[in-house]
Protein backbone atom coordinates (compact mmCIF):
# COMPACT_ATOMS: atom_id res chain seq x y z
CA UNK A 1 0.00 0.00 0.00
CA UNK A 2 1.63 3.49 -0.84
CA UNK A 3 0.48 6.49 1.04
CA UNK A 4 1.01 10.10 1.81
CA UNK A 5 -0.09 12.44 4.60
CA UNK A 6 -0.06 16.02 3.43
CA UNK A 7 1.15 15.66 -0.29
CA UNK A 8 2.46 19.29 -0.68
CA UNK A 9 3.50 20.62 3.29
CA UNK A 10 3.76 24.21 3.59
CA UNK A 11 7.21 25.42 5.04
CA UNK A 12 10.37 24.10 4.36
CA UNK A 13 10.05 20.19 5.70
CA UNK A 14 9.95 17.43 3.59
CA UNK A 15 6.55 15.78 2.70
CA UNK A 16 6.89 11.96 3.51
CA UNK A 17 5.44 9.10 1.33
CA UNK A 18 4.62 5.58 3.28
CA UNK A 19 5.14 2.64 1.47
CA UNK A 20 3.87 -0.51 2.83
CA UNK A 21 4.52 -3.95 2.11
CA UNK A 22 3.33 -7.81 3.55
CA UNK A 23 7.14 -8.80 3.77
CA UNK A 24 10.91 -7.69 3.97
CA UNK A 25 10.96 -9.43 0.73
CA UNK A 26 8.40 -7.22 -1.24
CA UNK A 27 9.99 -4.44 0.25
CA UNK A 28 13.31 -4.97 -1.09
CA UNK A 29 11.39 -5.62 -4.57
CA UNK A 30 9.39 -2.09 -4.67
CA UNK A 31 12.69 -0.34 -3.32
CA UNK A 32 15.09 -1.72 -5.70
CA UNK A 33 12.00 -0.91 -8.86
CA UNK A 34 12.02 2.85 -7.12
CA UNK A 35 16.22 2.96 -7.37
CA UNK A 36 16.09 1.18 -10.87
CA UNK A 37 13.58 4.17 -12.21
CA UNK A 38 16.22 6.79 -10.54
CA UNK A 39 19.35 5.39 -12.08
CA UNK A 40 17.43 4.92 -15.40
CA UNK A 41 16.42 8.39 -15.31
CA UNK A 42 19.57 10.04 -13.99
CA UNK A 43 21.36 8.08 -17.02
CA UNK A 44 19.62 9.42 -19.44
CA UNK A 45 20.21 13.24 -18.45
CA UNK A 46 23.58 12.70 -16.90
CA UNK A 47 26.91 10.92 -16.99
CA UNK A 48 26.64 8.86 -14.02
CA UNK A 49 23.78 8.00 -11.50
CA UNK A 50 24.80 8.47 -8.10
CA UNK A 51 23.80 6.64 -5.24
CA UNK A 52 24.36 6.48 -1.11
CA UNK A 53 23.13 3.09 0.54
CA UNK A 54 23.23 2.50 3.79
CA UNK A 55 24.88 -0.34 5.75
CA UNK A 56 23.15 -2.76 7.62
CA UNK A 57 20.57 -5.65 6.91
CA UNK A 58 17.25 -4.11 6.39
CA UNK A 59 17.95 -2.83 2.84
CA UNK A 60 19.81 -5.78 1.19
CA UNK A 61 17.01 -7.38 -0.53
CA UNK A 62 16.64 -4.27 -1.64
CA UNK A 63 20.25 -4.20 -3.29
CA UNK A 64 19.88 -8.06 -4.60
CA UNK A 65 17.01 -7.06 -6.38
CA UNK A 66 18.49 -4.07 -7.82
CA UNK A 67 21.57 -5.86 -9.28
CA UNK A 68 19.59 -7.66 -11.25
CA UNK A 69 17.55 -5.33 -12.71
CA UNK A 70 17.76 -5.36 -16.86
CA UNK A 71 18.28 -1.95 -18.88
CA UNK A 72 20.83 -0.28 -16.05
CA UNK A 73 24.37 0.84 -17.27
CA UNK A 74 26.18 -0.43 -14.58
CA UNK A 75 29.57 1.07 -16.06
CA UNK A 76 27.92 4.46 -15.47
CA UNK A 77 26.71 4.17 -11.49
CA UNK A 78 28.86 4.62 -8.79
CA UNK A 79 27.45 4.53 -4.92
CA UNK A 80 28.86 4.96 -1.90
CA UNK A 81 28.01 3.97 1.94
CA UNK A 82 26.16 6.09 3.88
CA UNK A 83 28.26 5.08 6.87
CA UNK A 84 31.42 2.58 7.61
CA UNK A 85 32.66 0.91 10.72
CA UNK A 86 36.40 1.72 11.11
CA UNK A 87 37.83 -1.85 10.96
CA UNK A 88 40.19 -3.34 8.41
CA UNK A 89 38.36 -4.00 5.12
CA UNK A 90 38.68 -7.69 5.45
CA UNK A 91 36.61 -7.79 8.90
CA UNK A 92 33.40 -9.01 9.59
CA UNK A 93 31.98 -6.24 10.57
CA UNK A 94 33.40 -3.94 7.55
CA UNK A 95 30.03 -3.04 5.87
CA UNK A 96 31.61 -3.08 2.03
CA UNK A 97 31.43 -7.01 1.52
CA UNK A 98 28.07 -6.73 2.36
CA UNK A 99 26.86 -4.04 0.43
CA UNK A 100 29.71 -5.69 -2.26
CA UNK A 101 28.20 -9.04 -2.70
CA UNK A 102 24.55 -7.42 -2.57
CA UNK A 103 24.91 -5.62 -5.60
CA UNK A 104 27.46 -8.54 -6.68
CA UNK A 105 25.13 -8.67 -10.41
CA UNK A 106 25.69 -5.41 -10.68
CA UNK A 107 28.46 -5.71 -13.10
CA UNK A 108 30.39 -2.71 -13.36
CA UNK A 109 29.29 -0.73 -10.70
CA UNK A 110 31.69 1.54 -8.32
CA UNK A 111 31.66 0.73 -4.82
CA UNK A 112 33.19 4.41 -3.16
CA UNK A 113 34.74 3.16 0.51
CA UNK A 114 34.41 5.63 3.23
CA UNK A 115 37.84 4.23 5.34
CA UNK A 116 41.40 3.01 4.83
CA UNK A 117 41.81 -0.41 3.89
CA UNK A 118 43.86 -0.83 7.38
CA UNK A 119 40.15 1.03 8.87
CA UNK A 120 42.23 3.54 10.80
CA UNK A 121 39.38 6.34 12.06
CA UNK A 122 41.64 9.33 11.53
CA UNK A 123 43.04 8.82 8.08
CA UNK A 124 39.92 7.46 7.52
CA UNK A 125 37.72 10.57 7.77
CA UNK A 126 40.48 13.03 5.72
CA UNK A 127 40.39 9.58 2.95
CA UNK A 128 36.24 9.99 3.02
CA UNK A 129 36.27 13.37 2.82
CA UNK A 130 38.35 14.04 0.21
CA UNK A 131 36.04 11.34 -1.65
CA UNK A 132 33.20 13.00 -1.42
CA UNK A 133 34.32 16.23 -2.09
CA UNK A 134 35.56 15.20 -5.67
CA UNK A 135 32.14 14.30 -5.74
CA UNK A 136 30.49 17.14 -5.22
CA UNK A 137 27.39 16.39 -7.59
CA UNK A 138 23.85 15.65 -5.55
CA UNK A 139 22.77 12.12 -5.03
CA UNK A 140 20.09 10.61 -6.92
CA UNK A 141 18.77 8.80 -4.30
CA UNK A 142 20.06 7.76 -0.49
CA UNK A 143 18.95 5.01 1.22
CA UNK A 144 18.92 5.47 5.36
CA UNK A 145 18.25 2.57 7.78
CA UNK A 146 17.55 3.41 11.64
CA UNK A 147 18.46 1.56 14.49
CA UNK A 148 16.52 1.18 16.99
CA UNK A 149 17.71 4.18 19.03
CA UNK A 150 16.79 6.58 15.99
CA UNK A 151 20.41 6.70 14.84
CA UNK A 152 20.80 6.72 10.92
CA UNK A 153 23.80 6.24 8.96
CA UNK A 154 26.31 6.43 11.44
CA UNK A 155 24.67 9.82 13.17
CA UNK A 156 24.33 8.60 17.04
CA UNK A 157 22.48 10.27 19.78
CA UNK A 158 24.72 10.83 22.47
CA UNK A 159 27.52 11.20 20.11
CA UNK A 160 29.99 13.90 20.82
CA UNK A 161 30.56 14.70 17.38
CA UNK A 162 26.32 14.37 16.83
CA UNK A 163 26.54 17.94 16.58
CA UNK A 164 28.79 18.66 14.09
CA UNK A 165 27.83 16.20 11.92
CA UNK A 166 23.97 16.98 12.23
CA UNK A 167 25.19 21.00 11.25
CA UNK A 168 23.39 22.16 8.02
CA UNK A 169 26.05 24.96 7.37
CA UNK A 170 29.13 22.65 7.58
CA UNK A 171 31.89 22.15 4.95
CA UNK A 172 32.26 18.68 5.87
CA UNK A 173 30.88 15.92 3.64
CA UNK A 174 32.14 13.12 5.83
CA UNK A 175 33.20 12.55 9.69
CA UNK A 176 34.64 10.24 12.17
CA UNK A 177 31.68 9.32 14.57
CA UNK A 178 32.27 7.50 18.00
CA UNK A 179 28.75 6.68 19.38
CA UNK A 180 28.77 6.39 23.29
CA UNK A 181 28.18 3.83 24.36
CA UNK A 182 29.33 1.65 21.57
CA UNK A 183 26.86 -0.45 20.78
CA UNK A 184 28.14 -3.72 22.23
CA UNK A 185 27.34 -5.89 18.49
CA UNK A 186 29.99 -3.55 16.49
CA UNK A 187 31.94 -1.52 19.35
CA UNK A 188 33.35 0.39 16.57
CA UNK A 189 34.27 4.54 15.74
CA UNK A 190 32.86 4.93 12.21
CA UNK A 191 32.63 7.54 9.27
CA UNK A 192 29.72 9.30 8.83
CA UNK A 193 28.13 11.05 6.05
CA UNK A 194 27.00 14.65 7.29
CA UNK A 195 23.52 15.22 7.54
CA UNK A 196 24.05 18.07 5.15
CA UNK A 197 25.63 15.67 2.50
CA UNK A 198 23.05 13.18 2.92
CA UNK A 199 20.35 15.41 2.57
CA UNK A 200 21.60 17.13 -1.05
CA UNK A 201 19.82 14.33 -2.77
CA UNK A 202 16.87 13.73 -5.41
CA UNK A 203 15.08 10.76 -3.59
CA UNK A 204 15.76 9.64 0.18
CA UNK A 205 14.50 6.51 0.48
CA UNK A 206 13.99 5.24 4.80
CA UNK A 207 13.78 1.74 4.99
CA UNK A 208 12.71 0.07 8.10
CA UNK A 209 10.82 -3.18 9.59
CA UNK A 210 8.63 -4.15 12.27
CA UNK A 211 6.30 -2.73 14.71
CA UNK A 212 8.73 -1.09 17.15
CA UNK A 213 11.01 0.82 14.67
CA UNK A 214 7.84 1.98 12.98
CA UNK A 215 7.06 3.31 16.23
CA UNK A 216 10.73 4.86 16.67
CA UNK A 217 10.29 6.80 13.24
CA UNK A 218 7.01 8.13 13.81
CA UNK A 219 8.15 9.53 17.30
CA UNK A 220 11.45 10.96 15.83
CA UNK A 221 9.61 12.23 13.09
CA UNK A 222 6.85 13.74 14.89
CA UNK A 223 9.38 15.58 17.17
CA UNK A 224 11.35 16.67 14.99
CA UNK A 225 14.45 16.78 17.60
CA UNK A 226 17.33 15.58 15.22
CA UNK A 227 19.44 15.77 18.32
CA UNK A 228 17.42 13.36 20.21
CA UNK A 229 16.20 11.27 17.35
CA UNK A 230 18.43 12.06 13.79
CA UNK A 231 16.52 9.92 11.34
CA UNK A 232 14.28 13.50 12.24
CA UNK A 233 16.57 14.80 9.52
CA UNK A 234 14.70 13.45 6.62
CA UNK A 235 12.23 16.07 7.24
CA UNK A 236 14.98 19.00 6.24
CA UNK A 237 15.42 17.96 2.46
CA UNK A 238 12.22 19.82 1.20
CA UNK A 239 13.38 19.46 -1.78
CA UNK A 240 13.87 15.81 -1.77
CA UNK A 241 11.18 13.21 -2.55
CA UNK A 242 10.92 11.44 0.57
CA UNK A 243 10.00 7.70 0.98
CA UNK A 244 9.09 5.37 3.50
CA UNK A 245 9.53 1.82 3.21
CA UNK A 246 7.82 -0.17 6.02
CA UNK A 247 6.78 -4.00 6.37
CA UNK A 248 6.24 -6.04 9.67
O1 LIG B 1 24.46 0.72 12.55
C1 LIG B 1 23.78 0.75 11.56
O2 LIG B 1 22.47 0.40 11.64
C2 LIG B 1 21.51 0.95 10.74
C3 LIG B 1 20.31 0.01 10.76
O3 LIG B 1 20.73 -1.30 10.42
P1 LIG B 1 19.70 -2.50 10.23
O4 LIG B 1 20.52 -3.75 10.14
O5 LIG B 1 18.80 -2.51 11.45
O6 LIG B 1 18.94 -2.23 8.98
C4 LIG B 1 22.10 1.13 9.35
O7 LIG B 1 21.19 1.81 8.52
C5 LIG B 1 23.41 1.90 9.43
O8 LIG B 1 23.94 2.11 8.12
C6 LIG B 1 24.36 1.07 10.24
O9 LIG B 1 25.60 1.69 10.39
Known amino acids: MTGSTDPRSTGARATPEWHEYSSAERLGAGLAEKLAAICVDALNERALAWLALAGGRTPLPAYRHLAGMPGIDWGRVVAVPTDERCVPHEHPACNLSELGNALHDANGISIITLTRPDGDAEA?????QRELNARAQPFDAVVLGMGADA???SLFPGAAQLAAALD??????????????LPPEAPFARITLTAKRLLRTRELHVVITGDAKRGVLERALAS????AHPIAIVLQAPQAHLHLHWSP
Do not use: K, N, Y
Request: hydrophobic fraction near 40%.
Open 151 to 153: HTA
Open 168 to 181: LQTHEDALRIDPDP
Open 224 to 227: GDVH
Open 124 to 128: SAMFA
